[in-house]
């Protein structure tokens, strides 16, 4: 065969890099493998029961701590991020989808194809390595990594923050059995004093400063927790999020020239633009159709169609009535159950005639309740 021409750790190093940034990843470093330096918060988080429901997380605890599980003989890491944001401008009343989510892709699709070839350039000049690509499913600390390899530091908010590229991205990353160069760690942090983040989330799910309690953040509300009611005492702080919330990233300084979303497919599209009332009434199969490529489809129609009801309910237009009526019929417990709160939100005679029309022949205990609750609440409003 043809003799390989060996390249040096650094030569190979500055090859993933350049390569990197020309598959569209804003940031490339390097770690190596090695017991992640945060684990004992992530641990602690846990112990706190902040996952809510993402019980993988727990289930998985131990796996964070060796990367080995991950991938045999890994040796290195390489991370990379890239940009999503900043995502469209906000409609009064119209409801809101999370920057990341707004283009055509799963950004797992995404980001591994990219990493995959990526990861080849290793193979190349290393044609007896073995590498694994991976994006959020593993169990990694992703941003433990980055910042070890000198992508940023983290946020008051949580989120993994560079100077130049903020936070509104994806990471990524490919673990090799290939030694390669280590770029120092991000030591320092650039939050200061400042608290926007903390003071302006609408649901209050900071418990301090890095610590987020997941249960009550918007983009585990609207998209985590599946099958069952955004508990109540929650559904107004929603406020028109129908998928996600970007406002602890919106509000930071650093975002403020971030660097935008350049891949094609993250550009947003129209699909995702839809409305809350086009969401609360949108068909299974072109639900399926038009969105089953792009992150919208993890919640999916059903669960998108209950956040459209809380965005409905909470914007009080009464123009959302007679579709929010029609609602009442849906097949799932949990949107019968999230419209009936709507309608008694938004309070006029209307809504109440559907509500004792549903409530004449419901039989689900909750959606029951539900109705009362907003049968009540609408005497309050009209006067019985
Ligand atoms: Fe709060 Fe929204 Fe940030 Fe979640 S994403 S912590 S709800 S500001
Ligand atoms: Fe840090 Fe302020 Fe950004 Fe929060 S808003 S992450 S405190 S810089």
Known sequence: GIPCVTISDQELANRIKSQGAELGFSLVGITAAARPETLEYFQDWLQQGYQGEMNYLKRREDAYADQTGV??????????????????????????????????????????????????VIRES?????????????????RD????????????????INKHAGSYFFLGGILTDTPLPPDPPH???????????????PTD???????LDARKCIAYLTIELRGEPIPRELRAGVQDW?????????????????????????????????????????????????????????????NMARNAAIVLGNSKQSEAVPALSR???H???????????????IGTAAARVSLMERLSVELDESVREEIQAALAELSGKLGT
């Open 187 to 201: 030591f320092s942090s650039h939050c200061g004093t400042c608290t926007r983040c903390l003071d302006a989330c």
């Open 327 to 329: 609602t009442l019929n």
């Open 71 to 120: 991938m045999h003989g890994v040796c290195s890491i390489v991370v990379v991020a890239m940009n999503y944001g900043p995502g469209r401008p906000a409609i009064p009343g119209h409801g809101r989808v999370a920057a990341y989510a707004q283009g055509t892709a799963d950004y797992h699709d995404l980001m591994r194809t990219r990493l995959k070839k990526l990861a080849a």
């Open 242 to 302: 129908i998928f996600g919330c970007d406002v602890c990233q919106q509000v930071c300084p650093w975002n403020r020239k971030a660097t935008p979303a350049l891949e094609p497919q993250l550009q947003p599209i129209q699909a995702t633009h839809r409305s809350a009332l086009e969401f609360l009434e949108l068909d299974e199969q072109t639900f399926r159709s038009e969105l089953g490529k792009t992150p919208l489809s993890r919640p999916g129609a059903a």
């Open 126 to 142: 290393r044609p007896e390595s073995h590498s694994r690509v991976t994006v959020d499913t593993a169990p990694l600390l992703e």
């Open 205 to 211: 799910a900071f418990v301090g400063p890095h610590v």
């Open 331 to 345: 097949s799932d417990p949990v949107v019968r159950a999230t419209v009936a709160w709507a309608l008694g939100e």
């Open 145 to 160: 990594l980055a910042k070890r390899a000198g992508l940023g530091w983290f946020g008051k908010n949580t989120m993994l």
